[in-house]
């Protein structure tokens, strides 16, 4: 392989880690929201939320959306009973506390914030190149 060619391989590989990195960085950051609007719109459990997401095209695991599930618990911002399932053991069910919808309302216009800087420095972005 020619040194220009493994460096153009190189360089591949290290972009779409870097690429990969960031994408689970935005779901992590954006996972919380995104589970307090899905049990917002009913009350769920842990792998129906992971399937939902998935749906949404955003692809989680268990092992990412349980801990997420904890800390919204633990900070009072859904609740959860046991119920009965039609295979298998008794499932937690979660739904939104009224605390819960206050921190969604917020998260979702901190988001719209960050959306609008990331527009915003898009078009400017568009702007230099036609200049």
């Given at each position: 392989?020619?040194?220009v060619?493994?460096h153009?391989?190189?360089?591949?590989?290290?972009?779409?880690?870097i690429?990969?990195?960031q994408?689970?960085?935005?779901?992590?950051a954006?996972?919380?929201l995104?589970?307090?609007?899905?049990i917002?719109?009913?009350e769920?459990?842990?792998?129906?939320?992971?399937?939902?997401?998935?749906?949404?095209?955003?692809?989680?695991?268990?092992?990412?959306?349980?801990?997420?599930?904890?800390?919204?618990?633990?900070?009072h911002?859904?609740t959860?009973?046991?119920?009965?399932?039609?295979?298998?053991?008794p499932?937690?069910?979660?739904?939104?506390?009224?605390?819960g919808e206050?921190?969604r309302?917020?998260?979702?216009?901190?988001?719209q914030?960050?959306?609008?800087?990331?527009?915003?420095?898009?078009n400017?972005?568009g702007?230099?190149?036609?200049?």
């Amino acid at each position: 392989m020619s040194l220009v060619l493994q460096h153009y391989s190189c360089s591949i590989t290290t972009m779409t880690r870097i690429r990969s990195q960031q994408d689970a960085q935005l779901v992590r950051a954006v996972l919380p929201l995104l589970i307090l609007t899905l049990i917002r719109e009913r009350e769920s459990y842990g792998y129906e939320l992971v399937e939902r997401l998935e749906a949404l095209g955003v692809s989680v695991s268990t092992g990412l959306v349980y801990p997420v599930l904890n800390r919204l618990e633990r900070d009072h911002l859904i609740t959860a009973r046991m119920g009965a399932s039609n295979n298998g053991p008794p499932r937690k069910y979660f739904t939104l506390t009224t605390a819960g919808e206050d921190a969604r309302t917020a998260a979702i216009h901190q988001w719209q914030g960050v959306s609008l800087a990331v527009q915003n420095a898009s078009n400017s972005e568009g702007a230099s190149d036609a200049e």
